[in-house]
């Protein structure tokens, strides 16, 4: 048994947000490995009053859905970073380590590959309340010791992800021949398979980071959203039509990700091709 796999096992691990679109991945792939998961299903916005032992907190819990920040841009704020510092103050009252799941969209926009060392600039409410939260990781890393690990997932998808987002929407349309709503079909992204974003969090439990670590999750390869579209097309053998929406001013025209620094520290890899990723989604789409 490996060093690492020692380091893993038997660890008492609470996830918030465990019944959402990267919580069910992972809840799966952590029991299957024989780990103790702890599902935290209640308001985050409140104390996490938990008071059994507990070693590590993944922080999966948040609005990420441009819905929510329509509806309620307070609410869905608030979800985010009271959120994160209440999954923080339970990892310094435990001692407990924290992941934060967080986004590409801290990035803003960028010509070329981003990284870890490049400023944040975020032009979204949701990518401007994540970077708080990890601001806020700093902060408790900083002044109480919490080991806090963030990963900065680019345009995470795969099965059982809601139709809101953009993959899932064209995995729908093609299927059903449907026109599918795009904004900008230039616009380039950094696609990442849910099951590589998962890995990539088991990575960061196993690896002995420093104090506070952040890192890239994403595939280091961009494709436009049209070339996406031609893909699904040739995948269901059906052409597809599309229509374009306005843009708000909001949208992020180019994401890749410099993932050097996960490879190298986390000794992690992507696995899933973009072109095997979406032959399994659209075989998946209802």
Same mark, same amino acid.
């Given at each position: 048994?490996?060093?690492?796999?020692?380091?893993?096992?038997?660890?008492?691990?609470? @996830?918030?947000?465990?019944? #959402?679109? @990267?919580?069910?991945?992972?809840?799966?792939?952590?029991?299957?490995?024989?780990?103790?998961?702890?599902?935290?299903?209640?308001?985050?916005?409140?104390?996490?009053?938990?008071?059994?032992?507990?070693?590590?907190?993944?922080?999966?819990?948040?609005?990420?859905?441009?819905?929510?920040?329509?509806?309620?841009?307070?609410?869905?704020?608030?979800?985010?970073?009271?959120?994160?510092?209440?999954?923080?103050?339970?990892?310094?009252?435990?001692?407990?380590?924290?992941?934060?799941?967080?986004?590409?969209?801290?990035?803003?926009?960028?010509?070329?590959?981003?990284?870890?060392?490049?400023? +944040?600039? +975020?032009?979204?409410?949701?990518?401007?309340?994540?970077?708080?939260?990890?601001?806020?990781?700093?902060?408790?890393?900083?002044?109480?010791?919490?080991?806090?690990?963030?990963?900065? @997932?680019?345009?995470?998808?795969? +099965?059982?992800?809601?139709?809101?987002?953009?993959? +899932?929407?064209?995995?729908?349309?093609?299927?059903?021949?449907?026109?599918?709503?795009?904004?900008?079909?230039?616009?380039?992204?950094?696609?990442?398979?849910?099951?590589?974003?998962?890995?990539?969090?088991?990575?960061?439990?196993?690896?002995?980071?420093?104090?506070?670590? @952040?890192?890239?999750? #994403?595939?280091?390869?961009?494709?436009?959203?049209?070339?996406?579209?031609?893909?699904?097309?040739?995948?269901?053998?059906?052409?597809?039509?599309?229509?374009?929406?306005?843009?708000?001013?909001?949208?992020?025209?180019?994401?890749?990700?410099?993932?050097?620094?996960?490879?190298?520290?986390?000794?992690?890899?992507?696995?899933?091709?973009?072109?095997?990723?979406?032959?399994?989604?659209?075989?998946?789409?209802?």
């Amino acid at each position: 048994m490996s060093s690492r796999t020692n380091r893993f096992t038997g660890r008492r691990i609470l @996830i918030t947000g465990p019944d #959402g679109f @990267i919580g069910k991945h992972l809840v799966r792939y952590l029991r299957k490995r024989n780990s103790l998961v702890i599902p935290w299903r209640r308001d985050v916005r409140k104390p996490i009053r938990f008071e059994g032992p507990v070693d590590i907190v993944i922080h999966l819990a948040g609005a990420a859905r441009r819905s929510q920040f329509r509806r309620n841009a307070r609410s869905a704020t608030d979800v985010n970073i009271m959120g994160t510092r209440n999954a923080l103050d339970l990892c310094r009252a435990r001692s407990a380590m924290m992941i934060l799941p967080s986004t590409a969209g801290v990035y803003g926009n960028r010509s070329g590959a981003a990284s870890e060392r490049h400023k +944040p600039a +975020p032009i979204t409410p949701y990518a401007r309340s994540k970077q708080r939260a990890e601001q806020l990781c700093r902060m408790y890393s900083q002044k109480y010791g919490v080991r806090t690990v963030v990963l900065r @997932i680019f345009n995470v998808y795969g +099965p059982e992800q809601n139709r809101e987002f953009l993959l +899932p929407h064209l995995a729908h349309c093609v299927k059903h021949g449907r026109a599918a709503a795009l904004k900008n079909p230039e616009a380039r992204r950094d696609f990442i398979h849910v099951s590589d974003v998962v890995s990539a969090i088991h990575a960061a439990i196993q690896a002995p980071t420093g104090r506070m670590a @952040i890192y890239n999750i #994403g595939s280091g390869k961009d494709v436009s959203v049209g070339e996406v579209v031609k893909k699904l097309s040739r995948m269901a053998r059906r052409p597809v039509q599309w229509k374009q929406n306005a843009l708000t001013g909001r949208e992020i025209h180019s994401s890749r990700a410099d993932i050097r620094k996960a490879r190298r520290d986390l000794r992690w890899v992507p696995r899933v091709s973009l072109t095997a990723g979406l032959r399994s989604m659209l075989s998946a789409t209802s």
